[in-house]
Nanobody, 125 residues
């Protein structure tokens, strides 16, 4: 399984970006998708997660109300719509998946099996 994250870039504070995560390879089972980020000099942190059906989502408190996670299973792609961006959102954003037979969501990076390479989001003040 391979993941390719895209959509990062430079944006002014208050702006928006939409990240995409394309999944390829042997994905015969249902999978949970998560987004994480790592800012310079900081630990990687959870951003958002979405279950296979899309019915269950969760967000870090720091992005709740500003970010929206979604997915298009037929396209094997997940998305992270980021609005009202702040300089503190600057980080490398990575997507991850974990196969799951249930409509679960997962918050910890340790619970994910496959990772993309990350895409850089820079928010200027």
């Amino acid at each position: 399984v391979q993941l390719q994250a895209s959509g990062g870039g430079l944006v002014q504070a208050g702006g928006s970006l939409r990240l995409a995560c394309a999944v390829s390879g042997r994905t015969f089972r249902t999978y949970v998708m998560g987004w994480f980020r790592q800012a310079p000099g900081k630990e990687r942190e959870f951003v958002s997660t979405i279950s296979w059906s899309g019915a269950r989502t969760e967000y870090a408190d720091s992005v709740k109300g500003r970010f929206t996670i979604s997915r298009a299973n037929a396209k094997k792609t997940g998305y992270l719509q980021m609005n009202s961006l702040k300089p503190e959102d600057t980080a490398i954003y990575s997507c991850a998946v974990r196969f799951s037979d249930y409509d679960n969501i997962y918050y910890s990076a340790d619970q994910y099996s496959y990772w993309g390479q990350g895409t850089l989001v820079t928010v200027s003040s």
